[in-house]
Each structure stands twice: as C-alpha cells, then as structure tokens.
C-alpha cells in the first residue's frame, strides 16, 4: 500500500466516523431542542457560552455565528471566571455550558453560579446522567460513539457534532426571529461578504455625476455628456423627466458616423433599458449586468433616474 493509499484510507475512516456520529445526533433530536430555542429567544441579555479544552474552541466558534445573525453572545472561559468574570453573568442571560463528559471540574463555578441565581442552564454532553446535565435547566444530548482518532481519545467525532449543534441553533434562532439579509449586512460591513450586501443606493453615483440628457438633444451633446461623467453611458429623459432610453460607448462604436452628429438622441438611444433600484442588493446588480451582457444600470424609482452604477463600481468593492 501506498503512503496515499494508507492516509486515504485513514481519512476516509475519519470522515465515516464523524458523518456517523452526525447521523445519530440527527435522529436523536428530541423536545429539548425546542426548549433551548425558547430560552435563547426569550432571554432579555445575552447567551453566554462556556467550555474547557476542545469544547470551549468550539464554543468561541458557536458564539461567533450567534452574534453575527442577531443573537448577543459572548464567550466566558471557565477558568477566568473563576477569577472575577462570573460578574459578566447577569441574571437575563442564558448560559449554554459545553462538556463532553459532562464532568469538567473547570465548570464547577459557573454551574453554582447559574443555580444560585436562578440564570437559564443549558447543558451540551454526552453524559444527561453527569454533574452537568443534572444541574442543567435543559440537556442538548451529544452523540455517544466513539472519537473518529485513531486512538479513540482526541476530540473530532464529538467536537464536530457540537460545532454543528450549534449551528443547529443558530439557523433556527435566524428563522424564529425572521432575521434578513440586510439585518446580515448591518453585523458585517467589512470584507467580500459585507461588499456584496451592500446595497446599490450605497454605491451608485447620483447628482451632477449622473449622465442624464434630455432626450432631444443631439447626438454631439451626448458624446460630449458621457466623456463628462465618464460612466461609458448617457441616460435620456423625456419632458416629464422619465428614463425613456439610454447610449453606451457600445452603441457609439456601432452607430456613430459623421452624419450622426446632428441627429436626435432618442433615435438612435436603446428604449426601455434594463434598470435597477437603490434597494436592490450590489450582488444582485452584478448578476442582472452579467446576464444581460452590460457594463451599466441606472438605477430608477417610479420611472424618475435617481443614480447610475457601474460595473467597475462592484467590482471595486470586491462584489463579482
């Protein structure tokens, strides 16, 4: 066998097992999920999460993702609580303790705190029957098997269930509280994911840097109009001040002769161009120039061109 063969063929025993352990967490769902759903959507502070070693990296991750989809959350390690940070704790949180044995001695404080308090405990382990699940207000059971490392004792089969445990609750927590895309984009407006959640009122040109011409004008007015703006496009309006057509740099490539000059721009403009709204989402923008085979929008409200986006514009901002 191979040095491939050998490590494929471990990796493939690592990844059954976890997809194993997955499995029997799926059918082992039970009312207590619902009962946990209840305290985290009803608690008036926030969901503080704990655990030691590997469950406590799992849980800094659990709280990450409640954060950034509209749950407050925050991590509290054991240890430092110990030492002054059960004050953090207020009696509107709710606590969500993670163990997979469920008799980390480290947790020993913040379950007495939790029970002197009367502060919501929710438990994670493997264990209903441990210290921890009997002190707890509601048991999230993690699959019983086996660890999916070679020697049965480093945490992977039961630290990705708990990962997706807690993914668990915070897709339902985004459905219970109808949390939407731009709610998303509020929690984050740096990087990629924060470009393409933007909205195409943030990023159009609008004002003086807007090419719009009344569509009577000439053709040399038009030229003129978009090397002004710059934008590879000039947007025409009728006497009411409707978008009625618009003419790229294309069209000009195409169409533009001597004789053109002196003729009308609405002759020679495309009519009823394809067009967006300022409430539209950037990524949403870049889809609709991709299928059309454009490079500009304007962007209209009840007819009247409020702005104009760019291609260049997205992908300026990282939206592609």
Request: glycine share 10%.
């Amino acid at each position: 066998m191979s040095s491939f063969e050998a490590d494929q063929k471990t990796a493939v025993q690592t990844i059954n097992a976890e997809i194993e352990a997955l499995k029997i967490l799926r059918d082992t769902l039970n009312e207590s999920l619902t009962q946990s759903l209840d305290l985290l959507q009803k608690a008036t502070g926030r969901v503080i999460v704990t655990g030691m070693g590997k469950s406590g990296h799992i849980g800094k991750k659990i709280v990450a993702s409640l954060a950034s989809t509209g749950t407050p959350a925050f991590f509290v390690h054991p240890a430092e609580a110990s030492h002054g940070d059960l004050g953090m704790i207020t009696q509107n949180d709710v606590v969500i303790a993670i163990s997979n044995s469920g008799e980390s001695k480290e947790l020993v404080d913040i379950v007495y705190y939790c029970k002197r308090f009367d502060i919501p405990l929710i438990a994670m382990t493997k264990n209903p029957n441990s210290s921890l699940g009997k002190a707890a207000m509601v048991v999230l059971p993690l699959p019983n098997t086996g660890e999916a490392c070679p020697l049965g004792l480093a945490p992977t089969s039961s630290s990705t269930a708990t990962l997706v445990l807690g993914d668990v609750l915070t897709t339902c927590l985004i459905e219970r509280r109808g949390f939407t895309k731009e709610d998303f984009n509020i929690r984050h407006p740096g990087g990629k994911l924060g470009a393409i959640l933007k909205h195409v009122g943030d990023l159009m040109h609008v004002g003086a840097e807007m090419p719009v011409l009344n569509e009577n004008v000439e053709m040399q007015e038009a030229v003129l109009e978009m090397s002004r703006k710059r934008l590879g496009c000039v947007g025409f309006v009728d006497e009411k001040g409707l978008l009625t057509g618009i003419l790229t740099d294309g069209d000009l490539r195409r169409k533009f002769s001597g004789d053109t000059l002196h003729t009308p721009a609405k002759d020679l403009m495309t009519r009823n161009p394809v067009t967006i709204t300022k409430g539209a989402l950037s990524v949403e923008a870049i889809k609709l120039m991709n299928e059309r085979k454009i490079t500009n929008l304007f962007v209209v409200e009840n007819g009247y061109p409020v702005g104009t986006i760019h291609i260049h514009d997205l992908l300026g901002q990282g939206v592609a």
